[in-house]
Nanobody, 116 residues
């Protein structure tokens, strides 16, 4: 199983970015996909998750600004990020966790930098 993330970049505060993460390989359909992020000198933190049934969960720091979605046929998860702040600067990692096994697969990370 491989996860390929894309869509990171440099944006000014208040701007928007959309991250994508496509999973390939044999993945059980009952799974959770989502995003973590890690800023320099900080621990990796959960950003957002979405189950295969569409239930979402967000960190308080991004609630109302970020939207996680997915395409089950494409095994792809998205993260729409609006009203970005400098504190959103981090490397963003996508993942998929199979509920039955449970096995977690990680993407390679994509850098998001928000300038003030």
């Amino acid at each position: 199983v491989q996860l390929q993330a894309s869509g990171g970049g440099l944006v000014q505060a208040g701007g928007s970015l959309r991250l994508s993460c496509a999973a390939s390989g044999n993945i059980l359909s009952n799974n959770i996909m989502g995003w973590y992020r890690q800023a320099p000198g900080k621990k990796r933190e959960l950003v957002a998750t979405i189950t295969s049934g569409g239930t979402t969960n967000y960190a308080d720091s991004v609630e109302g600004r970020f939207t996680v979605s997915r395409s089950n046929p494409k095994n792809t998860v998205y993260l729409e990020m609006n009203s970005l702040k400098p504190e959103d600067t981090a490397v963003y990692y996508c993942y998929v966790r199979e509920r039955a096994t449970p096995t977690t697969y990680w993407g390679q990370g994509t850098q998001v930098t928000v300038s003030s």
